[in-house]
């Protein structure tokens, strides 16, 4: 089956400094990949996605691009700010059928000033 | 709606009593999802429906969960007889439905009804 598998938080880093959040998964064709993230006391957000090889999602300064031979999506920002804390998740979607989303555990980012 | 509206936001019962959260999604998506967010367990799909179709409810922990959705719009998630490690935030999520010619199919979440089993 489907499933996805990212690094254990809290993240914890400083104003400023380059994020990487791991993210590899496992899944049948080829899945949509996303991005997620949960700011706290809000619901999921999707933050971007990239649906084939080689597409690189990005949006407020994170970028992943979707490796199919390493079938990683690691998330990456130059600069991290400390409303950037929160959860992300890293998602897939099988392209088969009605694609309901397949999620990691989830990263907790926490940025300090 | 402008959102995906939830609630209750928060619900405190005591095991052993039934308990509904309710979804109400954006209007004119016809595709409805329900989750459950554990701590330390991340996002679990629960049941899915879309239009007029048989609903997949092939992440129902047990056959004490079990959910309706009306009219194609409000879906209601029922808990019969509550224990201690359903106590979790349950998400619900809709979408239009459509899977996009790339594969993408976006899921709007609401914010959560977060429930606690004593």
């Known amino acids: 089956g489907n499933s996805v598998t990212q690094m254990e938080g809290p993240v914890t880093l400083s104003e400023e400094a380059f994020l990487t959040i791991n993210c590899t998964y496992t899944a049948t064709g080829y899945p949509s990949l996303f991005w997620y993230v949960q700011y706290p006391g809000e619901g999921l957000q999707l933050l971007l996605k990239?649906?084939?090889?080689?597409d690189k999602g990005s949006n407020k300064g994170f970028e992943a691009t979707y490796r199919k031979e390493t079938t990683s999506f690691h998330l990456e920002k130059g600069s991290v700010q400390v409303s950037d804390s929160a959860v992300y998740f890293c998602a897939l979607s099988d392209r088969k059928g009605y694609s309901t989303l397949t999620f990691g555990k989830g990263t907790m980012l926490l940025v300090s000033p | 709606g402008a959102g995906v509206s939830q609630s209750p936001s928060n619900k405190v019962t005591e095991k052993g009593k039934d308990v509904e959260l309710r979804c109400d999604p954006i209007s004119g998506h016809t595709a409805l999802y329900w989750y459950r967010q554990s701590l330390g367990q991340g996002l679990e799909f629960l049941i899915y429906f879309q239009g007029n179709s048989a609903p997949d409810k092939s992440g129902l922990p047990s056959d004490r969960f079990s959910a309706e959705r009306t009219g194609g719009s409000v879906s209601t998630l029922t808990i019969q007889r509550t224990q201690q490690e359903d106590s979790a935030v349950y998400l619900c999520?809709?979408?239009?439905?459509?899977?996009?010619?790339?594969?993408?199919?976006?899921?709007?979440f609401g914010a959560g009804s977060r429930l606690t089993v004593l």
């Open positions: 990239a649906t084939k090889a080689d």
């Open positions: 999520a809709s979408s239009t439905g459509q899977t996009l010619s790339s594969g993408a199919n976006v899921l709007t």
